[in-house]
């Protein structure tokens, strides 16, 4: 029992080193014209990205939303019972984080795995990254 208290502070405490490094040396953000700004801003209203403030692969997708300059919502899964976490399971399918959940009409996509979330993103909103 002390051992997983132990292991928990411990995890708890690089997690949150990891993410105070990770602000404290953000990345640029894109900048755009108001008009490209605001399409996006309304692209982004129908997702929502499923994480724990700690994660490194989290800070990892945060790092990238904050590049891409997206008004992404987090929705934080890691307290047990919450309501986010809840709804991470019953509607994705599993607890796993980062999960960027992405709504198009009836239909809403689970994105599981930092990378591929990471992809999707910059396809999605990295206008240097597409194809002309």
């Known amino acids: 029992m002390i051992k997983a208290i132990l292991l928990k502070i411990f995890r708890e405490?690089?997690?949150?080193?990891?993410?105070?490094?990770?602000?404290l040396t953000s990345p640029r953000k894109i900048k755009r014209s108001q008009e490209a700004q605001n399409t996006i801003n309304e692209q982004v209203k129908s997702m929502s990205m499923y994480q724990y403030f700690a994660c490194p692969f989290c800070i990892k997708t945060r790092r990238t939303v904050h590049r891409l300059n997206i008004p992404l919502e987090?929705?934080?899964?890691?307290?047990?019972?919450?309501?986010?976490?809840?709804?991470l399971e019953k509607e994705g399918g599993k607890i796993k984080v980062p999960c960027l959940r992405i709504d198009?009409?009836?239909?809403?996509?689970?994105?599981?795995?930092?990378?591929?979330?990471?992809e999707y993103l910059n396809q999605q909103f990295n206008s240097t990254s597409k194809a002309s």
């Open 74 to 87: 987090y929705r934080d899964a890691q307290v047990r019972g919450g309501e986010h976490r809840n709804t």
């Open 13 to 23: 405490g690089v997690g949150g080193l990891m993410a105070l490094v990770s602000f």
């Open 104 to 118: 198009e009409g009836d239909k809403t996509t689970w994105l599981y795995e930092s990378n591929a979330i990471v």
